[in-house]
């Protein structure tokens, strides 16, 4: 007999996938959906499968994430984003260690991302392990930027099997993203009191390229490779450029 579990997925305009995510966590005793007041069928879909979904505007992540894990009361959570979903195998495991009750504050689970044309194994993409079976109350949640990390408080162990990952759908998506997430990354740096300007922003992008692209073994990704390292590039001197930004142009 498992212990009992939540699945839990935060969604914003999440209908691409939602649908697909919420199944592969089958197994869970309740699936939990805190929704940022989505335009799409978002909460359709999710109350279709079953979810119970709570509606509160995008507060940032570790406060989000902090409201939905105040409503769990399971002993474990499996935590996905809107899009990914468990492979077959990584579900069977899932099921398979709940049943064991180890006493163990959770599980790290590799994570296998979708990009223009391939799955990537390289370019700093793979395995990319991250703590998303965890124990109620056993994790801490924190961010920088637009990107939020889980911390276990205890033990861990690695689970096999992948959690698929479809972060974009286009480069125009991507690019779209790109711009968000360099302007928080601009934030967080100005917070920090990390230094711009233009030398800055062109040898951070430098260094990520080379790191993206050689280092991380990012062209035995072929052109995927070759445009991530690209726009690691970009995302990274949008970042640093816009540090010393006063306001809009033109005023």
């Known amino acids: ?119 990537m194994k390289h370019s700093g993409w793979y395995p990319d392990y991250l703590f998303r079976v965890f124990r109620t109350g056993q994790m801490e949640v924190s961010a920088s930027g637009a990107h939020y990390h889980f911390k276990p408080r205890g033990e861990t162990i690695k689970l096999s099997g992948d959690i698929l990952h479809y972060p974009y759908d286009s480069f125009q998506q991507h690019m779209e993203k790109i711009n968000y997430y360099a302007e928080e990354g601009a934030i967080s740096l100005r917070e920090k009191g990390k230094r711009g300007g233009m030398l800055n922003a062109l040898l951070h992008a430098t260094v990520r390229f080379i790191k993206l692209y050689f280092l991380k073994l990012g062209f035995l990704d072929g052109a995927a490779g070759f445009c991530n390292a690209l726009a690691g590039y970009y995302y990274t001197f949008q970042k640093y450029i816009r540090v010393n930004e006063k306001g809009k142009w033109g005023e």
């Not at 992540?61 to 935590?79: D, G, N, R």
């Open 1 to 119: 007999m498992r212990e009992t579990v939540t699945g839990l997925v935060l969604t914003y305009n999440g209908e691409r996938l939602l649908e697909k995510c919420l199944k592969s966590l089958d197994f869970c005793d309740e699936l939990l959906v805190v929704d940022s007041d989505s335009s799409d069928r978002t909460r359709e879909i999710a109350e279709a499968c079953g979810a119970r979904v709570i509606v509160n505007p995008w507060p940032g992540p570790v406060a989000q994430f902090k409201l939905a894990l105040s409503e769990i009361t399971t002993t474990w959570v499996v935590s996905l984003d809107q899009d990914e979903f468990l492979t077959d195998e990584l579900h069977d495991n899932i099921i398979k260690k709940l049943s064991k009750k180890e006493h163990v504050s959770g599980y790290y689970t590799s994570r296998s991302s979708f990009y223009f044309n391939r799955f």
